[in-house]
């Protein structure tokens, strides 16, 4: 069955010399990889251009259950990319979060508020007038509340520290590395309230950042049960 539906690019990978495996997030239909090839032909509906992570496309494919692998007959930029590809901070903010998108969007199956929020997560990343310091915590955030294990920031009061197992805030009389420390408990409960327009309302420094973001990565490791390591964590932790 033809069917045309929005999609982001999350990886690509070589098959051979004329063939890309290309896996997209789409509106209708969740995770899904496509065959494409040919890419650097002039015919070729698929550009070489079009493979950047977070990419926002509108294709037309034959819908077929039978095969692993689907074919697009047709496709069209839906947001042509004015500060991502130019600004190396803001390009690894997108490799990363393409990454966790692709790792934890297994499923051919649609989650509406997830793709939502990745549409709007790519347009205001791609805004240079947006603060990016906080940009991958907030996302990280907004994400896990799309899929429904947010922290619960409700429970939050000075003092209380984060298990990343239950998602909530309390006190702990003994050590556990699944406990986030007063601080940063402190700072992650910050940013829950923060949309990305707002990503500068609080500074956070680099040590504690970079322990936010291992924590937070654990937190996903523990609700999603996805084990891989996420190979663009340490450009980032370079960069932020």
Same mark, same amino acid.
């Given at each position: ?66 095969? !692993? ?17 130019? !600004? ?42 947006? #603060? ?33 197992? !239950? ?33 500068? !309302? ?20 523990? #609700? ?17």
């Amino acid at each position: 069955m033809n069917e045309k539906t929005e999609a982001i690019v999350l990886h690509s990978i070589k098959h051979s010399d004329t063939s890309t495996i290309l896996h997209l997030l789409t509106e209708k239909f969740g995770h899904l990889a496509f065959a494409v090839s040919g890419i650097r032909g002039k015919r070729s509906r698929i550009k070489a251009s079009m493979l950047m992570p977070l990419t926002l496309l509108e294709i037309d494919f034959n819908n077929n259950n039978k095969f !692993d692998l689907q074919r697009i007959s047709d496709a069209k930029l839906l947001h042509t990319f004015g500060a991502i590809p130019f !600004d190396p901070a803001r390009n690894a903010i997108a490799i990363f979060i393409a990454e966790v998108l692709h790792k934890t969007q297994r499923e051919p199956n649609p989650v509406p508020a997830v793709f939502a929020l990745v549409k709007e997560t790519i347009l205001k990343l791609d805004d240079p007038a947006i #603060h990016i310091g906080n940009f991958h915590l907030i996302f990280l955030l907004r994400y896990a509340a799309a899929l429904g294990f947010a922290p619960l920031a409700d429970s939050y009061s000075n003092g209380l520290m984060f298990n990343i197992a !239950d998602g909530t805030f309390g006190a702990s009389t003994s050590a556990s590395n699944l406990m986030l420390d007063k601080e940063e408990s402190a700072a992650l409960n910050a940013l829950c309230s923060l949309s990305y327009e707002r990503g500068s !309302d609080i500074t956070i420094g680099r040590q504690l950042k970079k322990k936010i973001t291992l924590d937070l990565m654990d937190f996903f490791r523990l #609700h999603t049960n996805e084990r891989q390591e996420f190979k663009s964590l340490n450009v980032i932790y370079e960069l932020f």
